[in-house]
């Protein structure tokens, strides 16, 4: 594969988020082109293909152990769909509910239980990840999205039919 050489003309907008600093910046910019346009997805392959991201370490850290609001970036992220006429909200438009689960093996994964799959019409081990989407004649894009946590945690056995409901307070560390 050739290298990817320069930034995708979409990562622009993160020069306006005043929530990333000119690193995080410059590493958003670096795994959204990789996202997009790299051929191996993983951040090594992403580090590998778009030339300016430098080394695999500092965007694993940007994804990984960067301190920087989510809540404010994802608010900036929607102040800026709603500059322009193709993406910003009308009274056509939907907000759209739902949820995704995504099976889990092990049970040291943050929100894992288990959780009614109506796709499976049973119970599965798993994160249960909750968004809005909005949608209407022009555009579609998510709004923003929570990991639901059980009040009620179910602990994993080996043999589905032995699992049994653990009460735990919120600030309990149940297992």
């Known amino acids: 594969m050739m290298p990817i050489t320069d930034f995708l003309s979409c990562t622009r907008v993160f020069d306006e988020f005043e929530s990333l600093s000119p690193a995080q910046r410059q590493h958003a910019k670096t795994y959204a082109t990789g996202l997009v346009a790299a051929s191996n ?5 992403i580090a590998r293909e778009v030339l300016p991201a430098g080394d695999k370490r500092a965007l694993n850290k940007f994804l990984t152990e960067y301190d920087w609001d989510e809540q404010q970036f ?53 994160q249960d990840l909750i968004y809005a989407f909005y949608a209407d004649d022009k555009t579609a894009y998510p709004l923003t999205f929570r990991l639901y946590k059980n009040r009620t945690k179910m602990i994993k056995t080996t043999t589905p039919s032995t699992i049994s409901p653990v009460r735990s307070s919120p600030n309990s560390k149940t297992r």
């Open 74 to 126: 994802n608010h900036e992220r929607l102040e800026e769909l709603q500059k322009h006429g193709e993406t910003r909200w009308s009274q056509d438009g939907y907000i759209i509910l739902d949820d995704t689960i995504t099976e889990k093996a092990g049970d040291e994964v943050p929100g894992v239980g288990r959780f009614y799959d109506h796709a499976e019409g049973d119970t599965v081990w798993g």
């Open 41 to 45: 997805k993983t951040v090594a392959g």
